[in-house]
């Protein structure tokens, strides 16, 4: 078995076993409210508006990697958390030298500028939210989204922080969106800080698009060589494509029901590439799968 296959196993592994614990959390903490990933029909419409505040944290195509885990095998204990350090490490550092041809080819594409294209989009097509402005912040922090939410003068102000990176083994390449309402009123009886507590929000949601090479193959610097080839023209398409479509699974989630998502939790779970979860739909883009979290990831069904 190649060394890039035997990465991408490992990267299932990881993903499948960080998502049966994530089942678990949710299972043990029955009493946590899970987040509202539908609008409510009352909570559509506002008559003060909402603001929107994009945030792009990063600079550059970020890396991941397969963490160790020896201690949970090992039982435990200082040393074996002193090797999972150590091993990660080594991989951080490893995946961030193989990544370079790739930052390198990507240079000059700005995917600011993509994503705030694509969201003016999305929202010329739903007026009904309200919109009164659109701005970037970089970085937001919970702090600064404090300040944003007091000095608005709408009735909500709508979160999205971006992400875009590589998995580990350079197989592909996946855009994230984070998103979420928060009502600028103080809740009753709670703080000005109260308002971003998970139980106040109007809606969160997280949406993940993946965008794979057709047939990786070899060690993981040669994906990334087949990523940054004719100046990055595979990469910069997958990141076109992530960025559209973690716009379209937001505006389809804006647009859910809570019976429809109520109706979600019945069906059974499918497993598509190394996600498992509830099957949202499937088209020309792929599967939508809603994960134990509700985040929504799309598992693209062609290649590059």
């Known amino acids: 078995m190649h060394f890039a296959e035997a990465v991408r196993g490992a990267e299932m592994r990881c993903r499948r076993s960080i998502l049966c614990l994530v089942a678990l959390v949710f299972a043990v903490a ?19 508006g909402r603001e929107f505040v994009l945030s792009i944290p990063q600079e550059e195509i970020a890396t991941t990697i397969v963490r160790s885990g020896f201690a ?46 694509a969201l ?18 970089k970085p937001s922090t919970r702090e600064e989204r404090e300040r944003l939410l007091d000095a ?12 875009y990176s590589c998995s580990a083994s350079f197989a592909s390449i996946e855009v994230g969106l984070e998103v979420q309402l928060v009502n600028t009123a103080i809740p009753g009886g709670g703080s000005p800080a109260d308002r971003l507590n998970p139980e106040n929000l109007a809606y969160a949601h997280s949406f993940r698009s993946v965008i794979a090479l057709h047939i990786p193959i070899g060690e993981a610097r040669d994906n990334v060589q087949r990523w940054a080839a004719s100046d990055g023209q595979l990469a910069r398409q997958a990141l076109d494509i992530g960025i559209a479509r973690v716009h379209w699974m937001l ?27 509830k099957v949202v739909g499937t088209d020309a883009h792929g599967t939508l799968l809603q994960l134990f979290d509700g985040q929504w990831v799309l598992v693209e069904s062609g290649a590059l």
């Open 251 to 277: 505006e389809k989630s804006l647009a859910r029901t809570p019976e429809a998502a109520a109706a979600l939790g019945s069906l059974p779970n499918s497993s598509v590439g190394a996600y498992y979860g």
């Open 152 to 163: 608005s003068a709408t009735d909500q102000v709508a979160f999205l922080e971006y992400s």
């Open 30 to 48: 029955g009493c946590v409210t899970p987040p509202r990933t539908t609008l409510e029909p009352s909570a559509r419409s506002l008559p003060g």
């Open 120 to 137: 003016q989009e999305l929202l010329t097509h739903n007026d009904w939210l309200g919109v009164k402005s659109v701005s970037l912040a």
């Open 72 to 117: 949970n095998f090992a039982g435990g204990g200082l040393i074996p958390a002193l090797i999972d350090l150590a091993i990660d490490a080594s991989r951080a550092k490893q995946a961030e030298a193989d990544v370079v041809p790739l930052r390198d080819a990507l240079s000059g594409y700005d995917f600011d500028r993509r994503a705030t294209e």
